[in-house]
């Protein structure tokens, strides 16, 4: 058998950056790995012993399959709680990872060639579980100058009469902008008009650093699934456990959906996830911390390097560093780093082509010590 037995959208599959990035990880030794966005955190202690106790004393079985009765309690709780906003429990799905429930969501919403909006520089799964749910991808820029904010007249530029879904992602991946109030509104405001559904990724939610984080579904509760999880802001991301709130009747065609995927999530990684967000007002603020500290030590690295430059990190646990200075593509640049010093980058090509080029991230999922030594190594290269 050879690959002409594959299915012909995977013959000559598109080139995939991050994974790239991944096998050039693995390949040199002594690097210094800013590539990937999984944190350097153990996950607390509690939540282990939480969900170990659980286990021992029987959770061992499948739950329901859009989660136990507990884990969609605790959901409704958590967003009443810290939000403000009721939901049901027919609305909340436990998935594996957030990007699970985007994927469920796409294939319930979308019919073939239907026009997904999506904001520039993106998370580049996106892309690909649009097209693997039979979509379009559309992509709308944002730019450094504007601080990656969606201009809501371009979004309105992009709509036609094939558009279904927009995509949001704030705080952002890659930028660490952080969507304004007004900007959140003003979407809210076309999705409404226009009859659009929002996919908001919030699994950044915690790492707002310099305003109040706010939820997309508290504009268009109607129009919103939000998809999220516990993966970064409370340093769980090997638990792969996240959730979606969604309309009842979205969550239901989602649910005949992956049925016939995962049926369920991990019984442990739910355990250990209602423990967490029972006690995130202690468990998160540390993790959040650490990372806000590091973004604050990269900017001052960043500034004492000709050749780097980078606006201030509003979000996240990344920084988007514009290097037109260099002269160099994302690709070339990340190549060349990673050859001279050791140090691995994303390019920024990866997250979308038409700014991307000019930017590499960094994931600050390093101490700040090897963070220092990143830098230090950078501030001998010349461009």
């Not at 037995?5 to 800013?34: S, T, V």
């Not at 979407?187 to 008009?193: N, T």
Request: one cysteine or more.
């Amino acid at each position: 058998m050879d690959k002409s037995k594959i299915a012909r959208r995977f013959q000559q599959p598109a080139e995939n950056l991050l994974m790239n990035i991944a096998i050039l990880a693995k390949e040199k030794e002594d690097i210094i790995d800013l590539s990937i966005g999984d944190p350097d955190l153990i996950t607390d202690p509690t939540i282990i012993e939480a969900a170990y106790t659980d286990v021992k004393n029987g959770a061992t079985n499948y739950t329901a399959p859009d989660g136990s009765k507990e884990f969609l309690s605790t959901v409704v709780d958590f967003y009443q709680k810290k939000y403000g906003l009721s939901v049901e429990c027919n609305q909340v799905r436990a998935t594996v990872g957030a990007m699970h429930g985007m994927y469920l969501v796409l294939q319930a919403l979308l019919d073939p060639e239907d026009e997904v909006i999506i904001h520039e520089p993106y998370f580049s799964p996106y892309r690909e579980q649009v097209i693997l749910s039979g979509g379009k991808p559309v992509f709308v820029p944002t730019y450094e100058e504007k601080g990656f904010q969606l201009d809501v007249e371009d979004l309105k530029a992009a709509i036609t009469d094939r558009t279904k879904v927009i995509v949001i992602n704030s705080p952002n991946n890659p930028t660490g902008a952080v969507f304004s109030e007004s900007t959140l509104k003003k979407i809210a405001e076309v999705a409404i008009e226009n009859e659009l559904y929002i996919i908001s990724d919030e699994i950044y939610e915690d790492f707002s650093f310099k305003e109040k984080f706010v939820p997309m579904a508290r504009f268009a509760p109607d129009n919103t699934i939000t998809v999220s999880g516990v993966s970064k802001g409370f340093a769980m991301t090997g638990w792969r456990l996240g959730y979606m709130i969604a309309p009842a009747y979205i969550n239901q065609i989602a649910g005949l959906i992956n049925e016939n995927i995962t049926y369920s999530a991990p019984t442990a990684s739910q355990r250990g996830a209602i423990y967490a967000l029972k006690h995130y007002e202690q468990l998160v603020p540390p993790v959040v911390e650490v990372f806000k500290e590091r973004l604050a030590y990269v900017e001052k690295r960043v500034a004492e390097i000709p050749y780097l430059s980078l606006s201030s990190v509003s979000g996240s646990m990344y920084a988007f560093i514009n290097i037109s200075k260099s002269g160099l593509d994302s690709v070339t640049f990340v190549e060349e780093v990673l050859e001279k010093s050791g140090v691995l980058f994303v390019p920024g090509k990866a997250f979308g082509e038409t700014i991307g080029d000019n930017y590499i991230r960094l994931a600050a999922t390093q101490p700040l010590e090897i963070l220092g030594e990143a830098f230090d190594r950078l501030a001998k290269l010349n461009f």
